[in-house]
């Protein structure tokens, strides 16, 4: 009863917004609008207020129920604050984890997307009813320890491409958006350089996207981001194949391929120790491949949170080494198109 009671009251005091979703936020198989409701205007404080209320009227009823019975009616069930406030109230079905990598001009690549469409993308995620949320909020979402807003986003950005800086920092900023850097965090030492293509942060840069009070900075490899031939002449990533030992006339052994791995996961903590990450939790798998081997290794160094490259929207209670990333398209409306799609048949 007190929670019919309470869902009433929510509907006249926490009236939703008008919302008039532009085109791109339409769920593009049905072609209407999305399943999920806009987030309410309702802030902590009115809710409270509803809650407080409602607890009033609860009680005034279950007295008049006492004198009518002469016995004393059952305990109203509890709710956990979380399901009641957001996850599950609104619609919320979880968060949509977002993989952008580089930003820069059109023609770089398949995986960069133009400062333009990043801002178009950001508007179009602000008109529809996104809300971006920062990484302790995730955690402790996944976690069960708290709530998200009807369709959460995180922002990513993998590989800790310089253009993140000087593109996608000052939007964030603008847009008040949250988002974390991957970062390959060998780059953040001086002496890697001259790079031989797009460049990477520098540790200068990365303190920069710190201090913005926006951005976290998580852990993709030391110098594990790239592709090596391992037993049979198959090219696998870095940090899930034994590799050739030219002067040795042999491939790795197990024991030197995991001291290895091992080595490169503490060098990239310890970078990001050095630039201010207090104590680094996060860690997209290189390719996004996740590996039971790695996945033992990451966690004895201490990371918790591990990105997939898997699409698919992330809930309370999952596996935290297999969290799911949903790759933005190169252009708002398919990155729109995209959302809508997962939650609207989540
Ligand atoms: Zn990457």
């Not at 030197?256 to 997209?284: M, Q, T």
């Not at 996945?295 to 080494?321: F, H, M, R, W």
Request: contains cysteine; proline residues 9%.
């Amino acid at each position: 009863m007190a929670k019919k009671n309470l869902y009433f009251l929510q509907i006249h005091f926490c009236k939703r917004p008008a919302f008039r979703p532009a085109p791109a936020c339409f769920d593009p198989v049905t072609r209407r609008e999305p399943a999920v409701m806009p987030p309410s205007r309702c802030d902590d404080a009115s809710f409270l207020a509803v809650k407080i209320i409602t607890v009033i009227f609860t009680g005034a009823f279950l007295l008049v129920l006492f004198l009518l019975c002469t016995r004393e009616p059952a305990p109203a069930p509890s709710q956990p604050a979380v399901g009641r406030t957001v996850y599950g109230g609104y619609g919320g079905q979880g968060v949509a984890v977002l993989l952008f990598h580089a930003v820069g001009g059109a023609s770089a690549g398949p995986d960069t997307i133009s400062p333009e469409d990043l801002e178009a993308t950001f508007q179009l995620l602000k008109d529809c009813g996104y809300v971006p949320i920062d990484l302790n909020r995730f955690h402790d979402f996944l976690e069960g320890k708290a709530g998200v807003p009807a369709r959460a986003v995180l922002l990513t950005f993998d590989d800790g491409y310089r253009d993140v800086y000087e593109y996608a920092l000052p939007l964030t900023e603008k847009y008040r958006f949250p988002a974390v850097a991957f970062a390959v965090t060998k780059w953040f030492d001086p002496y890697p350089r001259p790079e031989a293509s797009r460049s990477h942060l520098s540790a200068g840069e990365a303190k920069e996207l710190l201090v913005s009070g926006l951005w976290q900075i998580a852990g993709h490899s030391y110098e594990g981001h790239r592709l090596a031939a391992g037993p049979g002449g198959v090219y696998r990533p870095y940090l899930l194949t034994r590799t050739w030992k030219p002067a040795e006339n042999r491939f790795e052994s197990e024991a030197e391929y995991k001291a290895r791995v091992w080595s490169d996961i503490v060098l990239d903590r310890a970078a990001l120790k050095r630039i201010g990450v207090a104590e680094p939790l996060d860690f997209a798998y290189p390719y996004g491949a996740p590996d039971p081997g790695l996945i033992q290794i990451l966690k004895e160094a201490g990371y918790v949170y591990l990105y997939t490259n898997e699409p698919g929207l992330n809930k309370p209670g999952q596996d935290p080494s297999r969290i799911f990333r949903i790759t933005a398209g190169r252009h708002p409306h398919e990155t729109m198109a995209l959302l809508a799609w997962y939650f609207s048949s989540n």
